[in-house]
């Protein structure tokens, strides 16, 4: 693990590149940038956490910064005020990455962010105007498991955008497939759906048709319904 400290300002390109024992990081200081391949082939990295002044700084995340985190499943950047661009592959082959959250502040979303990240399974926009889409966000091929979450209030809005992009990209009626309404109370993650309790703890109860292969149920799963 790694806890940057709050007297941090510049980490240079690559900085913990290919570091496989890596399991967190911390994230403190006045960051305004996190550089280029800056945790690429971090295989091992599985939580990102950022401290209270870093959240009010960081402007900026660049190429590849999160490529090739294999072991990497949920990213909240959501807290991160000032976010407001990101280099092309931020995620790229992120293979485990299930659940991301963007901030209201982010303009647009890069060329082949989620590239080859083929179990994403959420994908949360806070911008109250349709976030800007780079050129095939999702790589050649859309996830099978991906949801696109949004306010309700600007459903219509993100439909109208979103439409001529991501359908001319992946084919007709993905967009209207794959977005909804932010449901805090409800998750579905790589095809199988939970939904919250008033304690916070969650409920497995569906599992689509189409579901194969292997996943983990969350440890903060208390009960998997009926049939």
């Not at 990213?75 to 299930?98: A, Y």
């Not at 911008?127 to 309700?152: M, N, R």
């Not at 409800?186 to 599992?207: A, C, H, M, P, R």
């Amino acid at each position: 693990s790694v806890i940057l400290p709050d007297t941090l300002k510049h980490m240079d390109e690559e900085c913990f590149r290919d570091c496989v024992m890596l399991k967190t990081v911390d994230i403190n200081g006045e960051l305004t940038t996190i550089s280029r391949y800056c945790f690429y082939g971090c295989r091992n990295l599985t939580d990102i956490v950022f401290g209270d002044r870093i959240r009010k700084t960081l402007k900026f995340v660049g190429v590849k910064a999160f490529a090739k985190c294999y072991s990497l499943e949920v990213v909240d950047f959501s807290e991160l005020s000032v976010l407001s661009q990101m280099g092309e592959k931020t995620f790229g082959e992120c293979e485990s990455l299930t659940t991301v959250k963007f901030p209201e502040s982010l303009i647009k979303i890069p060329n082949r962010c989620f590239e080859e990240c083929s179990n994403l399974s959420v994908l949360t926009l806070l911008s109250k105007e349709p976030t800007e889409l780079g050129e095939f966000v999702f790589g050649d091929e859309v996830s099978a498991f991906i949801h696109l979450w949004v306010q309700d209030d600007i459903l219509s809005d993100y439909i109208s955008a979103y439409t001529p992009i991501l359908d001319e990209e992946y084919g007709d009626g993905t967009t209207a497939a794959i977005l909804g309404v932010i449901d805090d109370d409800k998750e579905i993650i790589q095809g199988v759906t939970y939904i919250k309790n008033e304690d916070g703890s969650w409920v497995l109860t569906d599992v689509s048709p189409d579901f194969s292969g292997d996943f983990k149920v969350p440890k903060t799963t208390v009960k998997i319904a009926d049939e």
